[in-house]
């Protein structure tokens, strides 16, 4: 089924878009930071400069790559009306659903793991400053606990999608996300949880209890894994 999945994604908009906005901050970061010395790796050091990527990805970038992949890939079927034949076959509709979320789960970490280590790559042009074991570790570390973070928030893009059977509605719910994510910083709203939580456990401007942030993803996650499933168990 994943096979299936990956074939119906080949050529698609969606995908590419997706892709497309990771890239676009992997660029702008390099852009900066090889025009304007302030800016610079030579003059912050390639930790300022993987943060800054980490934190664009975390605040909006992720969400809308994502997203909009989630809803492509779940909204597709209604709108093509492929769902009639999908839900014929012998295969639950449960192994339907984690089949499209694995390979969700999956573009998230080879996409995550392609913007680290393209701006490695692209800093290594512009400095030559040591890109040291230490920092790779380090960056590893953060891009990990990314993956994790940006995955447990999926399952809720997914309801909405098959819910309303429409990607509009993922684009207005990520973008009601990244607004409350300028205004609101508590560990209560998990969106902001990868902004809090990464790259530096507790160093936003205010201390961050990382139980609760961490227990608002896995609350978060199980709502909209069991919202997922039981809707698209009876929907039409």
Known sequence: MIRAELIKLKGSKAFLLSYIILLAVVL?????SAIFYRYSIDN????YYFTNIVSLVNIAAGFISYYILTGHIFA????ENTHLF???T???RVKFYFSKLILIYGFIMVSLFFVLFLSALLGMLITDRPLTMAIWVYQIHVFARMCVMHAMLI?????????WKSIMVVVLVVCTAIFLNFIYKSEWYPWIVPVLLSPNEGSAVRHVNIPIAWFSLFVIFLLGLFLSVWTYQRRA
Do not use: H
Request: aromatic share 22%; charged share 15%; glycine share 8%.
């Open 76 to 79: 597709r079927e209604y709108q």
């Open 86 to 88: 999908m839900f014929t």
């Open 90 to 92: 012998p295969v639950t």
């Open 155 to 163: 399952p809720i893009a997914s309801f909405f999608a098959i819910r």
């Open 44 to 47: 912050l050091g390639w930790d």
């Open 28 to 32: 702008l970061m390099f852009g900066l």
